[in-house]
């Protein structure tokens, strides 16, 4: 049973354009989430959290949403760049596990 | 900031044979670490939590005798996997918390193993 999902398993933006990452989830236990990046044959490296008590939480080039009636996060990477081609998780805690979603395979493009 | 190391980035063995990864916490002391393993193309897989000093906690469908977790100090836990078979190749992950209150979980390179 997949708790977290991400149903965009790849997407491809242009360099200079918004990256827009979706994610899903079930549990409403949920109270902590976080966006990973990761390349290949590489641990993931945090971006970028949000309590559930919030509803956006922005640093730079990135920015979370969180939609708690919907059950839906978002990361916005604007503007992408080349170097943000990467697998992009996101993950959500509950009862001391994160737990991770299936991932969606950014591209960016010049 | 945290940095965890783990060992060896990349394993090959033969089948029926015995594989150790470890796993470090650098620069502050990991009371609870969690191994996690990526089939390709898919989720990273949470397998344990452990905290030093206790037994690992394993999640469901995890075989805690294959898969022997050991968290003896506050700096180290290692993941043995015994008697592997092909299809426990894959990459295992180990993450470490030191429970501040802080969410983020800082995470290894990842050990890819193959077991031929």
């Known amino acids: 049973d997949q708790q977290v999902k991400q149903n965009s398993p790849s997407l491809s933006v242009q360099e200079g354009r918004i990256s827009i990452l979706n994610c899903d989830y079930t549990?409403?236990?949920?109270?902590?989430f976080l966006w990973y990046k990761k390349y290949p044959a590489e641990g993931p490296t945090f971006l970028i959290s949000i309590s559930s008590i919030k509803d956006k939480n922005e640093d730079g080039r990135f920015t979370v949403f969180l939609n708690k009636s919907a059950k839906h996060l978002s990361l916005h990477i604007v503007p992408s760049q080349p170097g943000d081609s990467a697998v992009y998780f996101c993950?959500?805690?509950?009862?001391?596990?994160?737990?991770f979603g299936t991932g969606t395979r950014l591209q960016v493009f010049p | 900031g945290a940095v965890v190391s783990q060992h060896p980035s990349r394993v090959i063995c033969k089948s029926g044979t015995s594989v150790k990864i470890e796993c470090r916490s650098l620069d502050f002391q990991a009371t609870t670490m969690f191994w996690y393993r990526q089939f390709p193309k898919q989720s990273l897989m949470l397998m344990a939590t452990?905290?030093?000093?206790?037994?690992?906690?394993?999640e469901q469908g995890v075989e805690k005798d294959k898969f022997l977790i050991n968290h003896a100090s506050l700096t180290l836990s290692t993941l043995t996997v015994t008697s592997a078979h092909p299809e426990d190749s894959s990459f295992y992950i180990c993450?470490?918390?030191?429970?501040?209150?802080?969410?983020?979980?800082?995470f290894g390179a990842g050990s890819r193993l193959t077991v031929l």
């Open positions: 452990s905290n030093e000093g206790s037994k690992a906690t394993y």
């Open positions: 993450s470490a918390t030191d429970r501040s209150g802080a969410n983020v979980l800082t």
């Open positions: 993950a959500a805690w509950v009862t001391d596990k994160l737990i």
């Open positions: 549990n409403s236990m949920f109270d902590y």
